[in-house]
T-cell receptor, first 113, second 116 residues
């Protein structure tokens, strides 16, 4: 049972570099989202999508882009990495019910030097 | 003010103890409430939903007080395996460009260590 798969698990970038965090789910969930987790801040919503072709901003969207061309995939792009983007990133999905359980990927630990 | 506030702890308790965590939320329109558990360097996982009438799952009891906008989690007979961070989660409505959608907002978590 794959669930939500994120890659890479670890990444080190230099300031100004770009990269894409990949996220895929095999549960046919319409809703997908990206969170970042920083010490003392909890998980904060970056972007979310309620279905293929639809994306929207969360609490902390600046510096990140997303797209949702298929139901399964929801990549997160950092166009020009900054040290403030050093964090642990989690992709998550759930079904359309707002009370549905949120399933998380294992996380991607990103360090920007 | 944060949407969801928790005492960060840490709570260090002996095995067999009863421990309670509290959480307050600011949005009175919140409709759904949850506790998630996160082990060190792992992803969060749903522990239990919180219902208005209160609910119990084995050694875990969750309570909701809508008037005070307050959620609690009680763990009885603590086990070593209960050591984790417990995240209070509230479902709130965000209005985005694609319409409104309910989002899960996470507290920063309460760290529990159960000692032998």
């Amino acid at each position: 049972n794959a669930g939500v798969t994120q890659t890479p698990k670890f990444q080190v970038l230099k300031t100004g570099q770009s990269m894409t965090l990949q996220c895929a789910q095999d549960m046919n969930h319409e809703y997908m989202s990206w969170y970042r987790q920083d010490p003392g801040m909890g998980l904060r919503l970056i972007h979310y999508s309620v279905g293929a072709g639809i994306t929207d901003q969360g609490e902390v969207p600046n510096g990140y882009n997303v797209s949702r061309s298929t139901t399964e995939d929801f990549p997160l792009r950092l166009l020009s990495a900054a040290p403030s983007q050093t964090s642990v990133y989690f992709c998550a999905s759930r079904d359309t019910q707002p009370t549905g359980e949120l399933f998380f990927g294992e996380g991607s630990r990103l360090t920007v030097l | 003010r944060k949407e969801v506030e928790q005492d960060p702890g840490p709570f260090n308790v002996p095995e067999g103890a009863t421990v309670a965590f509290n959480c307050t939320y600011s949005n009175s329109a919140s409709q759904s409430f949850f506790w998630y558990r996160q082990d060190c360097r792992k992803e969060p996982k749903l522990l239990m939903s919180v219902y208005s009438s209160g609910n119990e799952d084995g050694r875990f009891t969750a309570q909701l007080n809508r008037a005070s906008q307050y959620i609690s989690l009680l763990i009885r007979d603590s086990k070593l395996s209960d050591s984790a961070t417990y995240l209070c989660v509230v479902n709130i409505k965000l209005l985005g460009t694609s319409g409104s959608a309910r989002q899960l907002t996470f507290g920063s978590g309460t760290q529990l260590t159960v000692l032998p």
